[in-house]
RNA sequence: AGAGAGGUGGCCGAGUGGUCGAAGGCGCACGCCUGGAAAGUGUGUAUACACCAAAAGUGUAUCGAGGGUUCGAAUCCCUUCCUCUCUGCCA
């Protein structure tokens, strides 16, 4: 969620900047701040007058002191007409704040100057892609590797749950466990203090990063504990610092957790949801950075160049693009995603996303840091799969067949305790 | 889940209707003292929003959260969340 002071500062290149994802902020902009005026105004004659009652309270307590009880009774009087007075301009105020407030959750972040501006993927700009070299013999699709070696049942999940709910068996179960802690190890060795989150949330946790209210049906919800389960490691793991007034000198924080995550993806089908693609329940493990804003940028290319290690040491076909205007997610500045190439599917399917909120998650959350000066500020929060699991095994089962089996990269055999599966 | 106790500033802790944003202590910061340090000593020490060009200053709100009573609420009432102790259940 934007500042609305900062709307007010800088509404023209704000405007300009939010055209690139094809969204028009000039009228909830100007809005905004004829609202904002408004909301001022009420606000000065509100405090003025619950000022008026605090001294006129004040004097009451003065005289009932000194014995003078008889003088007290105009001043209650009085007393008594300014607080319905201020009732009303309470709830004139509350109006406005949640008139302002309604808008500001339509605005979406402020792309940074790089986003290229577009409608959708195909303005993706492309800005690394691994020469593609695979055995045009060997492409069998990963649904039919996984049931030929019995490593995951798809059916069996749908028994137990419904679909998008695999059962990982066998070696394909300890794949899964070895891809994790392989990730892991290799983000709590690039410095990332690795947390065991909570699978549910609050409501104020799923607010606080932007699930609520704008992703509300992708949730699943326990509703008799009022609790949502994640879609996500970052919603736990950023709200660790919800409220929280960080020293400067302890930025930046690294986190990492590993999480299923639980989505609802309604209205997806078809070949998109196929096997592994997309699952309701599916394992993640997600980095998590809280920056100093001048750091930010440079912190993005860091964890870009961090989750393309990871990539490289799986030695799969991948490529890495900046999303456009269009595609950028709601919350998000600047976003890399990174995809890994199906070769049945002749398709990239999306591994890991990497993004710079800025302030605009930690303006939700008030995540601030204060400098040795004693300024407080926001923080810029940045996160990104490191990585997510189902896709990353599915392009491991297709680019690693072979007529022996599947190969499992040579980083993972340690986990696994076996290099082919068959 | 049942019974009881309780939630106050970075931490501990006083405060049960009236100049209480809140005593006292600890911690922290700065100064004095010291050859240096410790001890001692003095001062300061929340956040948000608003007024102001800005600083200074001032106002408003915040004592788990939300409502209410009252001229006035940390203090009284209601709702709710959380913590602790005992009992029950249990990985």
């Not at 990063?209 to 049906?217: A, H, I, S, V």
């Not at 995550?261 to 809280?290: M, P, T, W």
């Not at 599917?345 to 998650?361: P, Y």
Request: charged share 25%.
């Amino acid at each position: 969620m934007l500042k609305t002071s900062y709307l007010l500062s800088n509404k023209d290149e704000v405007i300009i900047l939010l055209s690139k994802r094809g969204f028009d902020a000039n009228n909830m902009v100007n809005e905004i701040i004829a609202l904002d005026k408004k909301r001022k105004s009420i606000q000065v004659q509100y405090e003025e007058t619950l000022a008026e009652i605090n001294s006129i309270s004040k004097t009451i307590g003065e005289l009932f002191q000194s014995g003078e009880v008889s003088k007290t009774k105009p001043l209650k009087d009085k007393s008594s007409d300014l607080k319905k007075l201020s009732k009303d301009l309470a709830s004139g105020l509350e109006d406005y704040k949640a008139k302002i407030n309604s808008y500001l959750l339509q605005i979406p972040n402020i792309p940074h100057k790089d986003v290229p501006a577009g409608n959708d993927e195909i303005d993706n700009k492309i800005i690394y892609e691994s020469k593609l070299d695979f055995d045009k013999n060997l492409t069998e699709p990963h649904w039919d590797l996984a049931k030929k070696y019995d490593i995951i049942d798809f059916e069996l999940g749908t028994k137990i749950t419904g679909s998008g709910f695999p059962v990982y068996k066998g070696m394909g179960a300890k794949l899964q466990r070895a891809l994790i802690s392989f990730f892991l190890d290799y983000n709590t060795d690039a410095g990332y203090e690795e947390v065991q989150i909570p699978h549910l949330v609050n409501e104020n946790s799923a607010y606080g990063t932007g699930q609520l209210p704008d992703k509300e049906g992708q949730m699943y919800v326990v509703s008799s504990e009022n609790l949502y389960l994640i879609p996500t490691a970052e919603v736990p793991i950023t709200n660790i610092f919800r409220d929280v007034i960080i020293s400067e000198s302890d930025l930046p924080i690294m986190r990492t957790g590993y999480s299923p995550c639980f989505r609802r993806e309604a209205g997806s089908y078809g070949s998109d949801v196929r096997g592994l693609n997309r699952l309701h329940q599916f394992d993640k493990v997600e980095i998590v950075k809280i920056e100093h804003p001048k750091e930010s940028y440079h912190s993005l290319q860091k964890m870009k160049n961090h989750i393309e290690g990871i990539i490289k040491k799986l030695d799969l076909p991948y490529r890495i693009v900046t999303l456009c205007g269009g595609d950028l997610g709601f919350t998000s500045a600047l976003t890399y995603d990174f995809e890994i190439f199906s070769p049945a599917q002749e398709k990239w399917l999306e591994v890991s996303s990497v993004s710079n909120f800025e302030t605009f998650q930690s303006n939700r959350l008030k995540i601030r840091y204060r400098d040795n000066k004693g300024n407080i500020d926001l923080v810029h929060t940045l996160n990104g799969s490191a990585l997510a699991l189902p896709r990353v095994l599915a392009a491991i089962l297709e680019n690693n067949q072979s007529h022996d089996g599947i190969n499992v990269p040579k980083v993972l055999q340690k986990y696994t305790g076996f290099s082919i599966i068959k």
